[in-house]
T-cell receptor
Framework: QQQVKQSPQSLIVQKGGISIINCAYE??????FPWYQQFPGKGPALLIA?????SEKKEGRFTISFNKSAKQFSLHIMDSQPGDSATYFC?????????????FGKGTKLSVIP | NAGVTQTPKFRILKIGQSMTLQCAQD?????MYWYRQDPGMGLKLIYY???????DKGEVPNGYNVSRSTTEDFPLRLELAAPSQTSVYFC???????????????FGSGTRLTVV
């Protein structure tokens, strides 16, 4: 059972454009939604995160939009740069589970072309 | 601070061999996790630990074992390696989330394992 569905699987964006990656979830007990960025040969690194009591969070060129009623959240990368080319993972956590484990989406490979 | 350190970075195993993937963190994090990453499949949780002496199974624990004798170390043991265990393995750690805050994981750089 895939608890966090991520799309698209791959994305090609021109430099300066907007990259949008979407995630959807079913478990209403999820209460923390981070995004991770992974470069080839490296471990994932936390990019930005949001809790369900806010609808949007912005950090520089990266914005998370959160729609609690639709159980969806998305990552927007404004003014995309070639250096943003990486694989992006959305994730969700159910704090009440005790383990605080993250459930990850399958990832989106972003390529930003000059 | 070194963060999360994983060794080795690469390893080739023959079917039926055993090995231990090492993971150490120096951030005094209580929570530690082992994930495996397969192409197009995201990260799947193998085992996790909420503190020294406490471990539990994740989504894909079969063929693996863990121990947590100290806060710093969380080794992953593969017994009787099989081709299906060919993957990239990531160790991660985190603080216990506070009431209003969430803490992300700090990941190691991974171990790429090939079983032939």
């Amino acid at each position: 059972q895939q608890q966090v569905k991520q799309s698209p699987q791959s994305l090609i964006v021109q430099k300066g454009g907007i990259s949008i990656i979407n995630c959807a979830y079913e478990n209403t007990a999820f209460d923390y939604f981070p995004w991770y960025q992974q470069f080839p040969g490296k471990g994932p690194a936390l990019l930005i995160a949001i809790r369900p009591d806010v609808s949007e969070k912005k950090e520089g060129r990266f914005t998370i939009s959160f729609n609690k009623s639709a159980k969806q959240f998305s990552l927007h990368i404004m003014d995309s740069q070639p250096g943003d080319s990486a694989t992006y993972f959305c994730a969700a956590r159910e704090s009440g589970a005790g383990s605080y484990q993250l459930t990850f989406g399958k990832g989106t490979k972003l390529s930003v072309i000059p | 601070n070194a963060g999360v350190t994983q060794t080795p970075k690469f390893r080739i195993l023959k079917i039926g061999q055993s090995m231990t993937l090492q993971c150490a963190q120096d951030m005094n994090h209580n929570y530690m996790y082992w994930y495996r990453q397969d192409p197009g499949m995201g990260l799947k949780l193998i085992y996790y630990s909420v503190g020294a002496g406490i471990t539990d199974k994740g989504e894909v624990p079969n063929g693996y074992n863990v121990s947590r004798s100290t806060t710093e170390d969380f080794p992953l043991r593969l017994e009787l390696a099989a081709p299906s265990q060919t993957s990239v393995y990531f160790c991660a750690s985190s603080l216990r989330p506070g009431r209003t805050g969430g803490y992300g994981y700090t990941f190691g750089s991974g171990t790429r394992l090939t079983v032939v």
